[in-house]
């Protein structure tokens, strides 16, 4: 089975100040992991995957295998990152149709 | 070009009718799949389709739940006596190829079972 977790509903920060949503997994095989935003009456979009080892809109997101997590974070948050954030697990030769799972989602708020 | 489209946007029932649920996937794209996304569980799997074929149907939450797809392409998700517990939105989302790469996803549909 597998499984994220997201602890955080909600998480709060002022402008310009550091964030990090925390992601949790549990799979016993070899796991890709993303990160999707939802903006304010926006559909659900990707931000970000393991694999491309990139940075999006100044996000980044290391897969730690040893400790399965793969917390999402930024240095300095804008007012427009505010957002709904989901970590999400696809199971890697996942005969099931290479669905994703979601954790619960964290509600990022930034004030000004 | 076009994203994924779901219609409709919002659907408002009363508890024991049947609803249907349409999914437009990006033209090209082979995989598609149904989620939900409810306060008390989150964003949950449902079905997937690859074409025409739906080999996981493994998170349909009951039998009152059916999807299907012709031509490859569109597909309705049908929800028969609808009952309150049934209330979220439903999201479609479609990949390229065998469903490894990125699934996009639509603007859902909201029901709301009364």
């Known amino acids: 089975a597998q499984r994220v977790t997201q602890p955080e509903k909600l998480l709060s920060v002022f402008k310009g100040a550091p964030v990090e949503l925390k992601c949790n997994y549990s799979?016993?095989?070899?796991?890709?992991l993303f990160w999707y935003v939802q903006y304010s009456r926006q559909r659900l979009q990707l931000l970000l995957r393991?694999?491309s080892r990139e940075s999006i809109k100044g996000f980044t997101a290391d897969l730690n295998k040893g400790e399965t997590s793969f917390h999402l974070k930024k240095p300095f948050a804008q007012e427009e990152d505010s957002a709904m954030y989901y970590c999400?697990?696809?199971?890697?030769?996942?005969?099931?149709?290479?669905?994703?799972?979601f954790g619960g989602g964290t509600r990022l708020m930034v004030k000004p | 070009g076009a994203g994924v489209s779901q219609s409709p946007s919002n659907k408002v029932t009363e508890k024991g009718k049947d609803v249907e649920l349409r999914c437009d996937p990006i033209?090209?794209?082979?995989?598609l799949y149904w989620y939900r996304q409810s306060l008390g569980q989150g964003l949950e799997f449902l079905i997937y389709?690859?074409?025409?074929?739906?080999?996981?149907k493994s998170g349909l939450p009951s039998d009152r739940f059916s999807a299907e797809r012709t031509g490859g392409s569109v597909s309705t998700l049908t929800i028969q006596r609808t009952q309150q517990e049934d209330s979220a939105v439903y999201l479609c989302?479609?990949?390229f190829g065998s469903g490894t790469g990125t699934q996009y996803f639509g603007p859902g549909t909201r029901l709301l079972v009364l």
């Open positions: 989302a479609s990949s």
């Open positions: 389709f690859q074409g025409n074929s739906a080999p996981d």
């Open positions: 393991h694999i």
């Open positions: 799979y016993s095989g070899s796991p890709e």
């Open positions: 033209s090209g794209h082979t995989a």
């Open positions: 999400a697990l696809r199971g890697m030769n996942n005969n099931a149709g290479n669905m994703l799972t």
